[in-house]
């Protein structure tokens, strides 16, 4: 009894997908084997799994087979758009370098040098991009010129309002110094005073006779009419010896 037809869609059941497919991949791998060999073919078989996993062979090599693919498939007009494309990649590449040099000419004519082959309209040219680019520059620099005025009008302006704030404040703290009691004013008054006695005292020196005297014992009491008690003690005592030897 013969086998039925089998239906060509997908295996809804994972276990039975996962065994034909093993079946089937091993009979595919064995006929392209026994057709490489029959038939002296070169064959290359490529399978990827729904896992992702690779499955490969090549009678000849994999990697040869598919460089003779690749020549066989040769396509002429792929060939001639890629033809297009490098001339247009080469026109390009002309094109910017003809740029560049033109720039690094007009570098070199606006710092002066290799001026010769200019001409005179030429020159005028230069001459006028000069002017322009002088005057922009100029007008830079004023400007950057105001703009530090203006930053330095400003730290002037804070810098003068910090002072006012700090001068206030002193001004405040030495009102309040000069209101408490024993502060420095007394002690000025007292300054003042002493110096006033100190002055008055050396005023009164000035009239004091300075000569050189030798002073021994305690300093006596000299009176207004130039009589010391010394000479009155030794006399009283010179009178009561007298009297009592007489």
């Not at 209101?179 to 009239?207: C, F, I, R, T, Y």
Request: charged share 25%.
């Amino acid at each position: 009894m013969g086998r039925g037809r089998v239906e060509l869609k997908r295996i809804e059941n994972k276990i039975n997908r996962q065994v034909t497919f093993s079946k089937r991949r091993n009979g595919l791998l064995k006929k392209a084997y026994e057709l490489s060999v029959l038939c002296d073919a070169e064959v290359a078989l490529i399978v990827f799994s729904s896992r992702g996993k690779l499955y490969e062979f090549g009678s000849a090599g994999l990697s040869k087979t598919i460089e003779r693919y690749q020549r066989c498939n040769y396509n002429p007009l792929d060939n001639n758009i890629s033809v297009r494309e490098t001339q247009n990649w080469y026109q390009e590449v002309a094109k910017l370098k003809a740029r560049y040099e033109a720039l690094q000419r007009s570098q070199r004519h606006l710092l002066g040098e290799d001026l010769g082959p200019l001409s005179v309209k030429e020159l005028q040219q230069l001459e006028r991009q000069l002017e322009t680019a002088l005057s922009q520059a100029r007008q830079r620099k004023t400007q950057i010129m105001m703009e530090q005025m203006d930053e330095l009008r400003k730290k002037e302006r804070h810098l003068g309002d910090v002072n006012k704030q700090l001068k206030n404040q002193l001004e405040s703290q030495g009102h309040v110094f000069r209101s408490m009691p024993g502060s420095s004013s007394s002690w000025e008054s007292g300054v003042v005073v002493g110096n006033n006695s100190l002055n008055m005292n050396a005023a009164q020196v000035d009239h004091i006779d300075c000569e050189p005297t030798l002073q021994i014992g305690y300093h006596q009491f000299v009176p207004p009419d130039g009589t010391s008690n010394i000479a009155r003690t030794v006399a009283a005592e010179n009178n009561f010896i007298q009297g009592w030897i007489l």
